[in-house]
């Protein structure tokens, strides 16, 4: 996995993957009851928010009304009223908030398995990393999805608070404020319902300039995510390798490097300074104004009589409300950007991770259906035209045809990249670029040992049961498979956790995955130079023990040791084809 910088192979654009395609599935799965409950609940109390809302607008009216007239006998009813209108806000907003973060980790914890299983499937993580297809999936699993639905949540949900609060205070302000009459050359002019004109007009006036000004904040947050997403990834890389670095004395390089990705953060960050300077000038000469504007326009009929004090403040509070609602899709300009960030991020993962023809698309390798990897009813592997080719199409080695039975040996041999691990690859499905065909039998167990293993970070009994679970075996199976393979100073430490891949020589992950073998008794074992940082004797001692205990495996090794050529009865030599050679 690289931090690379773009897709190598662009997909074709596939407009299935709607936003509507990733919000849908958890609202009609297994778990729709509970969601939609949990949904309809939030609703209802952001409904009773609205109309806490009202009251409050109109127990503001009576309050300075009896403020105004020292009505002293009101005065501590009022005040009930409000303990009363206060005291339920309080519930509704802590509830409610409670609800909606519970809806929305659901709804990720949802998303996170489902996008984990695809991710997952079919070794669609290996293509993707293996085609450069979509860069940092990590970060799309865990960031994303967490923001793609607390942000589809609050947008939703936000939306129809505003909506409704909007028409409840349109009504209000429309019937309180009355009609203004103005003069224009002489001739009256009556304007109905004019601060509700002039609050619509003010957030409009207000949300196009701000639209204006954020739009270029949606490629930046875009590229923010990525730029951060890779400079996290390179100090991972970094500290993962730290042992190869500190020996190749590689810091300054390695400084550079992490210098140059945070560069990226740097150049990134001026532009979302800028605009966001931009945007936060803008939004807050819109929200001075907003303190003023009301009462300046509801001034002229105050003053000439039409309404009282209260109603001053009534509609003074109420015309904040409205103009609030309406810029409410400006101040949620940040998140929809953002969230327009996310789902692009997301819909380009699902499209990779779903493309039913991903090699096809990608690859003039597989234009005409690449390697095809059959599983048949047969106890033999066999392949048939098999030619080996690179992602770009450029032939690799021709494959002569072979028939690999249970039980036979077979040294794979070759100069140094001429194709032998991509066979392997290709014998293990996980090679499409090419073409011919491999019959594998249907129901081998198969097992692939590169030259280094993968370790699982964990027991030492864990990264030895690897990749079944650590209890499916013994205790003493696993102490015997350590003390045959020469790694009897481990057996006691099973239960010990560890990164065992830094614990370990490399000569004792490869006698650690030669355990893993023995363990696991595939009939087909697919051995990559897996023993090539063993000595002579200990590598000859392994494949002795291949040979007792897994008679009738089919066992398939590429090396270059012609020491090894005594444990097989078979050869494959593979060479670079002469079209590969002529390119
Ligand atoms: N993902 C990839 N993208 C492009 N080229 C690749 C990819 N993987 C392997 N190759 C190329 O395919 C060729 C064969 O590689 P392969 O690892 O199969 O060689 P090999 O015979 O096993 O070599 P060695 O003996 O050195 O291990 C090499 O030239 C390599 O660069």
Known sequence: MTPNTSASHALPPDEKVSAWSLIKPYWVSEERNTAWGLLIAIIVMNLLVVWI????????????????????????????????????????????????????????????????????KDSAFYRIERDRLADNPDQRISDDLQSFATSTLSLTLDLLSTVVTLVSFITILWSLAGALTISLGGMPIEIPGYMVWAAALYAVVGSLIIQKVGHPLVPINYQAQKVEADFRFGLIRLRENAEQIAFYNGMETEKKNAHSLFARIRDNWWQVMKYTKRLTFVLSFYGQIAIIFPLVVAAPRYFAGAFTFGVLMQISSAF????????????????????????????????????????????????????????????????????????????????????????????????????????????????????????????????????????????????????????????????????????????????????????????????????????????????????????????????????????????????????????????????????????
């Open 53 to 120: 809302n009202v009251r409050l607008n109109r127990w503001s009216a009576d309050f300075y009304n009896a403020l105004q007239t020292k009505n002293v006998h009101d005065f501590p009813h009022l005040l009930m009223v409000f303990s009363a209108l206060a005291f339920g806000f309080i519930i509704l907003a802590v509830y409610g908030r409670y609800l909606r973060q519970m809806l929305g980790f659901r709804w990720r914890q949802w998303l996170t398995t489902r996008y984990l299983n695809e991710w997952l």
């Open 320 to 583: 904040g409300t409205v103009s609030d609602s309406f810029s409410w899709f400006i101040n949620s300009y940040g998140t929809l950007v953002e969230w327009r960030a996310t789902v692009n991020r997301l819909r380009e993962f699902k499209r990779v991770v779903h493309a039913p023809h991903l090699k096809e698309s990608v690859s003039p390798a597989t234009a005409h259906g690449g390697i095809n990897l059959h599983f048949v009813d047969e106890d033999k592997l066999t392949t048939e035209g098999l030619k080996l080719a690179l992602p770009n199409g450029n032939p690799l080695s021709r494959i002569r045809d072979v028939a690999i039975r249970p039980g036979s040996r077979w040294l794979v041999r070759g100069p140094s990249g001429s194709g032998k691990s991509t066979l392997m690859r290709a014998l293990a499905g996980l090679w499409p670029f090419g073409d011919g065909s491999i019959d594998a039998p249907v129901n081998a167990r198969m097992m692939f040992i590169p030259q280094v293993s993968y370790m699982p970070i964990g027991t030492l009994k864990a990264a030895l049961a690897y990749p079944s679970a650590a209890d499916t075996y013994t205790d003493d199976e696993c102490r015997e498979a350590l003390v045959v393979c020469h790694l009897s100073e481990y057996a006691d430490r099973l239960q010990e956790s560890g990164h065992w891949t830094r614990i370990l020589s490399p000569g004792e992950q490869q006698r650690l995955a030669a355990a893993r073998v023995l363990l696991h008794k595939p009939d087909y074992l697919f051995l990559d130079e897996a023993t090539s940082a063993l000595d002579a004797e200990n590598e000859a001692r392994l494949y002795r023990l291949f040979t007792e205990r897994l008679p009738k495996a089919a066992i398939v090794s590429v090396a270059h040791r012609e020491s090894l050529a005594a444990f097989h009865d078979e050869t494959l030599d593979v060479e670079r084809s002469d079209e590969a050679v002529a390119a």
